[in-house]
């Protein structure tokens, strides 16, 4: 590869996407680290300029995406979709597979032959959901090469079914617990877990009593990284808007007032306008009205 190949950047160092070991050197050299969930190619490659370290596929793509009411609804070739996308867009990011619901919980073996499908569609690596219980299946993720990061706190793929979308670790007992979760989950190989609304007490012991990249998720500001949704970021999601989310733009007024424009536009006649018009050559023309005249 020369200094002119496209895979090279403006300072002449090799461009290529984050792996475990840069965004484990992130957490040791003490600089957070910056994550997003992002669905489609359009929206990577501007994430990826602006120079987020992760693109997580998240499974709330099923419901900022395709307007399910949770994120267990979505379905396995729905998730491939958008990560060969988000993995088309990306040059420099590490993108992240959240494998859906259904896809790992029924033993290795599927967790094992899904996980690969969102490999061979350009993710660098997969998150599942859950605790001490998916040990195995890390495990064997791990030992074929697949890089895994954890997710735990609050799960949402199932945690309507239960009690909801409530805080963790508020108490001594339920903290223990969700600290012996991170631990059994860092030995079992993952290089990273996502703490999703932890105390941040609790978010805090975690992430400095272990080697791992803690991204937290309205789980205060002592996770080693941070991940929010694009489309919360953005303004562009309007059917929950979460505490913890801080909202960057407003771009569903935008978009709102760039449709209406186009619309009026449209219904009234001002679109298109020449510069938007392809014509013929005037001599081709006066040629076409002469031959349709005498087919008249
Ligand atoms: O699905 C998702 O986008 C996620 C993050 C918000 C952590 O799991």
């Not at 120079?51 to 070739?77: F, K, P």
């Not at 959240?98 to 690969?116: H, K, M, V």
């Not at 600290?179 to 703490?195: D, Y």
């Not at 975690?206 to 996770?223: E, F, P, R, T």
Request: with cysteine.
């Amino acid at each position: 590869m020369d200094c002119y190949s496209e895979n090279y950047n403006y300072s002449n160092t090799i461009l290529r996407k984050n792996n475990v070991n840069d965004i484990l050197s992130l957490k040791k050299k003490g600089e957070k680290i910056a994550v997003l969930s992002a669905y489609d190619y359009c929206t990577s490659v501007i994430c990826d300029k602006a120079g987020v370290d992760i693109l997580l596929v998240g499974d709330s793509a099923g419901m900022v995406m395709l307007g399910y009411e949770r994120t267990a609804t979505v379905g396995l070739e729905e998730m491939l979709v958008f990560c060969k996308g988000v993995s088309m867009g990306t040059k420099r990011a590490m993108v992240v597979a959240d494998l859906p619901f259904g896809s790992y919980q029924p033993g290795t073996g599927a967790a094992l032959e899904n996980a690969i499908r969102f490999i061979k569609v350009g993710c660098d690596a997969v998150k599942l959901e859950g605790g001490s219980e998916l040990v195995d299946t890390i495990k064997a993720l791990v030992a074929v090469g697949i890089p895994v990061m954890g997710h735990i706190g609050l799960k949402p793929q199932t945690a309507s079914l239960w009690e909801g979308y409530k805080v963790q670790a508020k108490t001594k007992d339920s903290s223990m617990k969700l600290i012996a979760e991170a631990r059994a989950l860092e030995q079992a190989g993952v290089f990273s877990i996502v703490l999703e609304m932890v105390t941040s007490e609790v978010a805090k012991i975690i992430s400095k009593n272990l080697s791992i990249a803690v991204i937290g998720i309205g789980s205060g500001s002592d996770c080693d990284g941070q991940i929010l949704v694009l489309h919360d970021i953005l303004g562009v999601y309007e059917n929950i808007r979460p505490k913890f989310a801080k909202r960057y733009a407003d771009l569903s007024d935008s978009i709102f007032r760039a449709v209406t424009g186009y619309r009026t536009d449209v219904k009234s006649g001002k679109f298109p306008e020449d510069q938007n018009v392809f014509h013929m050559d005037p001599n081709e023309y006066r040629e076409l009205q002469r031959e349709l005249e005498k087919d008249s």
